[in-house]
């Protein structure tokens, strides 16, 4: 007992007692922020009833924080204990209203059961109307906007903790238009960052539709020489991507953002998990197949771009958050073939946010039978690379890779072949049945140091409280682990030329 207290204080040694905890993943967009027909191609016919203004509404005026609504609640309560006090003086009648009452709740209850009126939504369906019930439980935080949401994230934690604070440009999802665009939202965000000097890290939204956009005029700025300003200057600290929207992380038009992020050590947050915000418009007849990859079907013909078959759009747009993507974004060879011109993207330092998700840890711990979803371990970088066997990134077939393979295991072959490769745990901290795996990860010396906290607030609300999320997570891997990757890593993550943290 006497040894293992003895070991414990030995651990603790390198830990100081008080430290800055980053938060690398956290938002504060509202209701406003979000397209009016956000259920669009995940609620057919429904969305174009419940859109956002509606959700709005109802959280402002059917829910308890309104007022009225609480005082019309309460006489229905007084006129209901009223009238069944006086069933009571007959309590013949009274019997007979409870016993009407229990059948009709056992005859909801079988209709329900009987006709599974659960199977009539698809999952995304039920992701898409829990992401619609979080994000209107801040809806009754509009007037406040920004502030207030980051107000409730700031009282879970100490006062020396940072928050990165990352946008969602979603204007150009084609699922409608927000009642405050994305530019409003930034504006709001600053002015938010100006009043809590020091907590909060904004980043900036990258999206190449933006980018090239003609209509921007940022105060004579193009988008792309505003955000480079405001980098410069260190109003944002890093970059957000979100390909789901609509885009490959390969894109073209993105390349000179890169350019300038590689040269300056810019941090980017990319979002690399299944998800309900994806672009909702007709699929583009460019994205059946991938403009990179490609597989061999006949030997006499040689290789032939990957098709990319799918037609729903949760199910094509997973296609440009695939963790594969950036293996030829970073890969100098494959993106100078794709760009017809000598670029090299390698040192590029970007986070593949989620880990990929829990369906991909899920899918990584049932497989036993493939080498590529038993990658990971603790053998040196170098023995890794030179064993027999295979991983995700020189694996002889990219089609069995890219369908087949676990996007855990070709983020963690990711992280150990590029430098610049980290990832967080946000969302995926509410599974604590990833924990063990996660703890696992952590003492990998080959990517421990490449692993950053976050949360996903508020977004993670759905699955648990953020300070349960915090706390939990905290207690499991213990202190020292908790430093590395809330401290450490972050501080490493995001310093740039301009910034050491």
């Known amino acids: 007992m006497e040894h293992e207290i003895e070991l414990e204080k030995a651990?603790?040694?390198?830990?100081?007692?008080?430290?800055?905890?980053?938060?690398?993943?956290?938002?504060?967009?509202?209701i406003d922020h979000v397209p009016n027909n956000f259920g669009k191609k995940v609620m057919p016919v429904l969305y174009q009833v419940i859109t956002m203004k509606v959700v709005k509404w109802f959280y402002l005026n059917?829910?308890?924080?309104?007022?009225?609504?609480?005082?019309?609640?309460?006489?229905?309560?007084?006129?209901?204990?009223?009238f069944?006090?006086?069933?009571?003086?007959?309590?013949?009648?009274?019997?007979?209203?409870?016993?009407?009452l229990f059948f009709c709740n056992w005859l909801f209850k079988m209709l329900v059961n009987f006709l599974a009126l659960g199977n009539l939504f698809s999952a995304q369906s039920k992701a898409a109307f829990k992401r619609?019930?979080?994000?209107?439980?801040?809806?009754?935080?509009?007037?406040?906007?920004?502030?207030?949401?980051?107000?409730?994230?700031?009282?879970?934690?100490?006062?020396?903790?940072?928050?990165?604070?990352?946008?969602?440009?979603?204007?150009?999802m084609e699922a409608g238009k927000p009642i405050a665009n994305y530019m409003q939202q930034l504006e709001e965000l600053l002015k938010v960052t100006s009043n809590n000097k020091?907590?909060?890290?904004?980043?900036?939204?990258?999206?190449?539709?933006?980018i090239v956009d003609p209509k921007i005029n940022i105060d004579g700025f193009s988008y792309q020489n505003y955000m480079k300003r405001k980098l410069s200057k260190q109003h944002f600290h890093g970059i957000k991507l979100y390909p789901a929207l609509g885009y490959f992380p390969f894109d073209k038009?993105?390349?000179?953002?890169?350019?300038f992020a590689q040269e300056h050590q810019i941090p980017i947050t990319t979002h690399c998990i299944e998800g309900t915000v994806f672009f909702r418009g007709k699929k583009n007849k460019e994205w059946n197949h991938h403009p990179i990859l490609k597989y061999t079907k006949k030997k006499k013909e040689g290789p032939i771009p990957m098709p990319l078959p799918q037609t729903k759009n949760y199910d094509f747009t997973t296609n440009f958050s695939h963790p594969l993507n950036y293996h030829c974004l970073l890969d100098k060879d494959l993106l100078s073939s794709y760009l017809g011109e000598d670029v090299d993207l390698s040192k590029l330092k970007i986070c593949l946010a989620h880990f990929g998700g829990s369906k991909e840890w899920k899918r990584y711990t049932e497989d036993n039978w493939n080498n590529y979803n038993n990658?990971?371990?603790?053998?040196?970088?170098?023995?890794?690379?030179?064993?027999?066997?295979?991983?995700?990134?020189?694996?002889?077939?990219?089609?069995?890779?890219?369908?087949?393979?676990?996007?855990?295991?070709?983020i963690y072959d990711l992280m150990i072949q590029y430098e610049g490769v980290y990832t967080d745990i946000s969302f995926i901290i509410f599974n604590e049945e990833l924990f063990p795996l996660l703890k696992y990860l952590l003492?990998?010396?080959?990517?421990?140091?490449?692993?950053?906290?976050?949360?996903?607030?508020?977004?993670?609300?759905?699955?648990?409280?953020?300070?349960?999320?915090?706390?939990?997570l905290r207690s499991y891997i213990g202190e020292d682990l908790f430093y590395m990757i809330s401290h450490t890593n972050a501080k490493q993550f995001l310093s740039t030329s301009w910034k050491s943290y």
Request: glycine share 2%; with cysteine.
């Open 11 to 30: 651990s603790n040694a390198n830990t100081p007692k008080h430290y800055t905890v980053y938060n690398c993943h956290t938002h504060t967009f509202t």
């Open 375 to 410: 990658n990971i371990s603790h053998s040196s970088r170098d023995k890794y690379f030179n064993q027999k066997i295979k991983n995700t990134l020189n694996h002889g077939s990219t089609r069995t890779i890219w369908w087949n393979a676990s996007w855990l295991s070709i």
């Open 84 to 100: 069944l006090d006086i069933l009571k003086f007959t309590r013949v009648l009274y019997w007979l209203y409870t016993l009407i």
């Open 198 to 210: 020091g907590q909060i890290l904004p980043f900036v939204f990258a999206d190449p539709r933006r």
């Open 132 to 172: 619609f019930t979080t994000i209107g439980r801040y809806a009754t935080y509009s007037k406040s906007g920004q502030r207030k949401v980051f107000d409730l994230l700031e009282k879970t934690y100490d006062a020396n903790t940072k928050f990165v604070v990352l946008p969602m440009d979603m204007d150009y």
């Open 253 to 259: 038009d993105l390349i000179e953002t890169y350019k």
């Open 62 to 82: 059917l829910t308890y924080r309104n007022n009225n609504y609480k005082r019309f609640l309460h006489k229905c309560h007084k006129v209901k204990h009223t």
């Open 443 to 472: 003492q990998d010396d080959k990517v421990k140091h490449k692993i950053l906290f976050g949360t996903d607030y508020y977004v993670v609300a759905q699955k648990n409280t953020e300070k349960a999320l915090f706390q939990n």
